[in-house]
């Protein structure tokens, strides 16, 4: 099931993770950018995003893919 993803443009600028965003769309998720999510202590240490109103943030992108692939797919399969 497709799911909401919003990424801040500061993060996205900081922490160059639009690649992790480019495969989430290829995989049919609603991926879209925002000025601020208003997580600006933890957005500031990595890259960060919200995923279904959930705040997910963390030290570096294949941190950030992990927690994306636990979280969407129950049955441990990797993004592309």
Do not use: Y
């Amino acid at each position: 099931m497709p799911s909401t993803i919003v990424c801040c443009l500061r993060n996205l600028q900081e922490n160059r993770h639009g690649s992790l965003l480019d495969e989430l769309v290829a995989l049919g998720h609603d991926v879209s950018l925002v000025h601020c999510l208003n997580q600006c202590i933890g957005c500031r240490r990595g890259p960060s995003l919200s995923l279904n109103g959930l705040w997910i943030g963390a030290t570096s992108e294949a941190q950030l893919r992990q927690e994306l692939e636990s979280r969407l797919f129950s049955d441990g399969k990797p993004l592309v």
